[in-house]
DNA sequence: CGGATACTTGAATGTAATCAATCACAGTGG
DNA sequence: CCACTGTGATTGATTACATTCAAGTATCCG
């Protein structure tokens, strides 16, 4: 008999509309914790009991190795939840970017819907189907792809991802480090600045400050991403 | 309203027993088809209607760019199915690495079983759950690991995963490529080759033939992997 | 204003990629 | 049976990209 299926989807998106309304009904009345800046919320292999809803702020999720090598698997934002799958275990640890609020809930009520639930099982799916298709596609980036191509992927797709939801039209807002950004890209700090410093020169890009982007000329960084 | 869940696994494992019977109620009946080596048995971005199982052979899962370059996602071998999850189509190419059998599932089929069998949907998320917990560890090795490291760890895990499978204690069998192999760890074959001489000039490993390779000392390998 | 932190830039190094042979082997045909 | 061909793997030489090591700059906060 199958232990009650207990996701761990790194980061899960709410997109369309009526999804969220299956993320509230899976996770249940939850209790709002706050967390400081580089505050660790959950730890890699520690009993999977809660999962998470971003409120507001940022979190990074990641794993990493004994000699303190990071891969950062994927930055979660208002919305998105994490620790919704899995067996037994956090198979990454969560740590607050910047000041963040979560929801934390119970995981014994998410198997309980499930079992109950065939709509909300069937959305958690979804859900989880999400998170695997993001991961392949990281996946290619990481194993395939320049540094140049890895930094203007990674600011396309976030920029969709995190459309209207910071400054202007065009511009995208990064609350994370440059450190968070090279591991989650597969580089140092070092290449990412330079990357971010030659697509300003060649007027692709504009950085107003560190932490905001604008993407001058979307075709020709869309044609870079695709590798041509 | 959610659309039925259709999930996109690469490659899922029948782990424990038990598992499997959860598999195959999931499928229900299937029609075996057998493709030859290089044969095409999914195409990224082609409508999803279809999942498989592997009876025997050696599928490759992979991801493509325009230009060529390619991230083999995974390898699936007898037992273990792929295209379970998944939204309108996949996210993946699969093709044989040589000749291979498999028996091909309505997906539709899925989705009843989903809002049916309570049961059913929670081992299938266990089974998407796994898969993530996969993706997300070789993202640690694309991202932040060494050639050495990939080599090793990769031999290792895929010698944990084929355990028995093949010929004598010890030895893992690699009925793919050098190029499917590099393609899988983010590097090229000449990479891929030379590691394996180097470890093979240690002593840690014996090249029996191209595709054999016993593992003669797992300590060190073990701490090669560990990046030690 | 001083100190800390994060980011950027520069120079040198190193790892893996690229370019190019060579080797080993299986299958074919003379 | 043995040369010939084609494919895949290995090895060698060189190059290039990203890393490492090291300064320098900017910004924030006390």
Chains 1, 2 share one sequence.
Do not use: W
């Not at 909300?120 to 799916?125: F, H, K, V, Y």
């Not at 203007?152 to 995208?172: D, I, P």
């Not at 968070?180 to 580089?187: I, M, Q, T």
């Amino acid at each position: 008999m199958a232990a009650p299926a207990a996701l761990a989807l790194p980061s899960v998106r709410a997109p369309s509309p009526g999804t969220s309304d299956v993320l509230e009904s899976l996770l249940g009345i939850g209790v709002t914790t706050t967390f400081r800046g580089g505050q660790t919320i959950v730890l890699e292999g520690d009993p999977l009991v809660h999962c998470y809803r971003v409120i507001s702020g940022t979190v990074r999720l990641f794993k990493s190795i004994a000699d303190g090598r990071r891969q950062v698997i994927d930055f979660a934002e208002a919305s998105d939840a994490f620790g919704l799958v899995g067996q037994t275990r956090y198979g990454f640890s969560a740590e607050a970017v910047g000041p963040a609020t979560l929801s934390r809930h119970n995981r014994r009520h998410l198997g309980g819907v499930v079992m109950g639930d065939p709509q909300a099982a069937a959305g958690l799916l979804d859900l989880a189907c999400l998170e695997l298709e993001r991961a392949r596609a990281h996946m290619l980036l990481l194993g395939r792809r320049s540094a140049e191509e890895k930094v203007v992927c990674f600011l396309l797709s976030y920029a969709a991802r995190t459309a209207g939801r910071f400054a202007g039209e065009g511009v995208v807002h990064l609350p994370f480090s440059r450190q968070d950004l090279a591991d989650h890209l597969g580089l140092t700090i070092e290449t990412v600045s330079r990357t971010f410093s030659q697509l300003n020169r060649q007027g692709l890009i504009a950085l107003l400050t560190p932490q905001h982007i604008a993407l001058l000329r979307p075709g020709p960084l869309a044609r870079i991403a695709e590798g041509r």
